[in-house]
């Protein structure tokens, strides 16, 4: 069996894109960080940090899960970049 490496272009800010999408989709939604944190029983302190640190602070797929259902915003595009 052949075995090879492919070549991939991984997001190496991808946890950024997605901090900042949130950022984005949830000030449009006309939510605070406070409203967003109660109904993704999330702690405010948390999802404040992982959206002013952009996204250094981490995020499980549970708690994007959560977060695009509160926002009606489909999993993918927190994962856009353009963003701004």
């Known amino acids: 069996m ?7 272009k991984f997001n190496k800010n991808i ?10 989709y949830r000030k449009l939604a006309g939510l ?5 944190a109660v109904d993704i029983e999330m702690s405010y302190d948390y999802l404040r940090r992982f959206e002013s640190q952009l996204g250094r602070e981490g995020l499980s797929i549970m708690s ?3 977060i695009s259902v509160v926002l009606g915003v489909s999993m993918d595009k927190f994962f856009e970049e353009d963003t701004l």
């Open 2 to 8: 052949t075995t090879f490496k492919r070549e991939f």
């Open 64 to 66: 994007l899960y959560k």
């Open 32 to 36: 605070t960080q406070e409203q967003l």
């Open 15 to 24: 946890m950024e894109t997605i901090s900042k999408n949130v950022r984005k």
